[in-house]
């Protein structure tokens, strides 16, 4: 009984200090079904002190605020592989350092990763609760609770000024997940990134003082860096403007070339064949003469009929029977679109492959699997993702396709059939919501940290 008295009594959500972090509160959430603790870190960067293996790495202590950041070092005492709560396993560095709560202070366990879709900024497992804490689930901060404004003070020493990057993120709307993510991880990373609408943006052509205004004439020429985000339907005016940046020296992540290559899907699939990548058999026309003999090209229906300029999913139709394709063909046919006939692959079952190549690598892959009355994956009419498990085929594929198409950030999307891998599109500007959330990894961070490889930028060192 003795023993149960000396221990802490905690609710679900604390406030605990890290002090040899430099950590003087965070809000920490306890998970007795949790075994290691974990923090949230990002820029996570190995190192060697002598012979010792060490991580330097940046922590954002408080929910919800980016410009606080404490920069730590710690010696690695493990690397380990740990599954988190979306069932995702990942290895993590495992640091060891002292937390204090309430009165009390002890050495605990640690494993980093970036937990910036979690809310809380730690986790407190239950090896770290063992023999020293009681938890009371339907309480919280037993502890002692500390308002908005008073953790705000503790930090008031803590700069986040590290010399970083003017990034400019040129797209339509600001409030999509993705243009959000890549503001968010800009700005934890140090960088001042803003979002220009790609509509609002005008050129100035001058040999002598070539220049780039946002509305109101705000001058864009010092951006280090542009990440483009461009919509189908503004690839013209969009693609004109990169290169206009382009030539001033401003960098841009994905070239306007490259994006107006694999926005024209006929052109890109042409690319694809000649270096040897497999796509379905596929058609193209433009007259309502031929529609019995393009039906034939793809061995007749089941086939499907897309739109050129066709975006997540819109204007891309199964058409079940020969006389159901006649029907689609002709009446996009009528309204004067470009469109390209495809092979059904039915042994796919409505399923297809995203993978996510930056630099030439491909860092994330997941499968995409179609609601039900749909042919095709499709997340934004009531698909599915799931983590997916890639073949080297198919990375190889992901990776060729993006290189010979000059991007250094694509999504390519890949079908599973009965000859192997086909490759059905790549995308320019690849949606993040869906393939974060199914992997848990920070693919913004990892476009961010492309544009810091593309300039040559390093963080400063830790002080």
Same mark, same amino acid.
């Given at each position: 009984m003795s023993n149960l008295e000396n221990r802490i009594i905690v609710g679900s959500v604390e406030w605990l200090a890290l002090p040899s972090l430099g950590i003087p509160k965070t809000k920490v959430r306890v998970d007795s079904g949790a075994k290691t603790s974990s923090l949230h870190a990002f820029n996570i960067r190995a190192f060697k002190r002598g012979n010792v293996a060490w991580v330097s790495y940046e922590v954002h202590p408080l929910q919800n605020n980016r410009k606080v950041i404490v920069r730590c070092e710690n010696e690695v005492v493990d690397r380990r592989s740990i599954k988190s709560s979306s069932g995702t396993s990942e290895k993590r560095y495992i640091i060891r350092t002292t937390i204090m709560l309430s009165d009390r202070s002890w050495e605990i366990e640690i494993s980093l990763t970036n937990r910036d879709s979690m809310g809380y900024r730690m986790l407190l497992g239950r090896e770290a609760m063992q023999d020293r804490i009681l938890v009371d689930p339907s309480a919280s901060y037993l502890c002692g609770e500390l308002s908005k404004d008073a953790a705000n003070n503790l930090y008031e020493h803590v700069s986040?000024?590290?010399?970083?990057?003017?990034? *400019?993120?040129?797209? $339509?709307?600001? #409030?999509?997940?993705?243009?959000?993510?890549?503001?968010?991880?800009?700005?934890?990373?140090?960088?001042?990134?803003?979002?220009?609408?790609?509509?609002?943006?005008y050129m100035k052509l001058d040999a002598d003082n070539p220049q780039i205004h946002y509305r109101?004439?705000?001058?864009?020429?010092?951006?280090?860096?542009?990440?483009?985000?461009i919509k189908p339907s503004i690839n013209f005016y969009g693609c004109g403007l990169i290169r206009h940046f382009e030539s001033i020296g401003v960098h841009s992540l994905n070239s306007a070339q490259s994006i107006t290559g694999a926005q024209d899907k006929l052109y890109s699939l042409q690319v694809l064949l000649q270096n040897g990548l497999d796509i379905?058999?596929? *058609?193209?026309?433009? $007259?309502?003469? #031929?529609?019995?003999?393009?039906?034939?090209?793809?061995?007749?229906?089941?086939?499907?009929?897309k739109l050129l300029q066709g975006t997540q999913g819109r204007g891309v139709v199964l058409a079940e029977t020969r006389k159901a394709a006649e029907s689609v063909i002709n009446a996009f046919k009528s309204i004067q679109a470009n469109l390209l006939v495809q092979e059904f692959i039915k042994e796919a079952d409505g399923a297809d492959l995203r993978l996510f190549v930056i630099d030439g690598k491909v860092v994330a892959s997941m499968q995409r699997k179609a609601a039900k009355g749909e042919f095709r994956a499709n997340v934004h009419r009531g698909g599915s993702v799931s983590i997916a498990k890639i073949t080297s085929a198919e990375r190889r594929m992901a990776i060729k396709a993006t290189k010979v198409l000059g991007l250094k950030v694509a999504g390519v999307d890949i079908i599973r059939s009965e000859k192997g891998p086909l490759l059905l599109e790549v995308n320019s500007s690849p949606g993040l919501e869906g393939i974060e959330e199914a992997t848990g990894?920070?693919?913004a961070g990892s476009m961010i940290a492309s544009v810091e490889k593309m300039l040559g930028w390093v963080r400063p060192a830790s002080t």
């Amino acid at each position: 009984m003795s023993n149960l008295e000396n221990r802490i009594i905690v609710g679900s959500v604390e406030w605990l200090a890290l002090p040899s972090l430099g950590i003087p509160k965070t809000k920490v959430r306890v998970d007795s079904g949790a075994k290691t603790s974990s923090l949230h870190a990002f820029n996570i960067r190995a190192f060697k002190r002598g012979n010792v293996a060490w991580v330097s790495y940046e922590v954002h202590p408080l929910q919800n605020n980016r410009k606080v950041i404490v920069r730590c070092e710690n010696e690695v005492v493990d690397r380990r592989s740990i599954k988190s709560s979306s069932g995702t396993s990942e290895k993590r560095y495992i640091i060891r350092t002292t937390i204090m709560l309430s009165d009390r202070s002890w050495e605990i366990e640690i494993s980093l990763t970036n937990r910036d879709s979690m809310g809380y900024r730690m986790l407190l497992g239950r090896e770290a609760m063992q023999d020293r804490i009681l938890v009371d689930p339907s309480a919280s901060y037993l502890c002692g609770e500390l308002s908005k404004d008073a953790a705000n003070n503790l930090y008031e020493h803590v700069s986040d000024d590290v010399g970083g990057l003017n990034i *400019g993120l040129l797209a $339509s709307n600001p #409030d999509l997940y993705s243009n959000q993510r890549l503001i968010e991880a800009g700005e934890e990373r140090g960088h001042r990134i803003r979002f220009y609408n790609i509509k609002q943006c005008y050129m100035k052509l001058d040999a002598d003082n070539p220049q780039i205004h946002y509305r109101g004439g705000r001058i864009l020429n010092e951006l280090d860096a542009v990440i483009p985000r461009i919509k189908p339907s503004i690839n013209f005016y969009g693609c004109g403007l990169i290169r206009h940046f382009e030539s001033i020296g401003v960098h841009s992540l994905n070239s306007a070339q490259s994006i107006t290559g694999a926005q024209d899907k006929l052109y890109s699939l042409q690319v694809l064949l000649q270096n040897g990548l497999d796509i379905p058999v596929s *058609g193209f026309a433009n $007259s309502p003469i #031929d529609t019995g003999d393009l039906i034939d090209m793809v061995d007749g229906a089941p086939l499907i009929v897309k739109l050129l300029q066709g975006t997540q999913g819109r204007g891309v139709v199964l058409a079940e029977t020969r006389k159901a394709a006649e029907s689609v063909i002709n009446a996009f046919k009528s309204i004067q679109a470009n469109l390209l006939v495809q092979e059904f692959i039915k042994e796919a079952d409505g399923a297809d492959l995203r993978l996510f190549v930056i630099d030439g690598k491909v860092v994330a892959s997941m499968q995409r699997k179609a609601a039900k009355g749909e042919f095709r994956a499709n997340v934004h009419r009531g698909g599915s993702v799931s983590i997916a498990k890639i073949t080297s085929a198919e990375r190889r594929m992901a990776i060729k396709a993006t290189k010979v198409l000059g991007l250094k950030v694509a999504g390519v999307d890949i079908i599973r059939s009965e000859k192997g891998p086909l490759l059905l599109e790549v995308n320019s500007s690849p949606g993040l919501e869906g393939i974060e959330e199914a992997t848990g990894k920070d693919l913004a961070g990892s476009m961010i940290a492309s544009v810091e490889k593309m300039l040559g930028w390093v963080r400063p060192a830790s002080t």
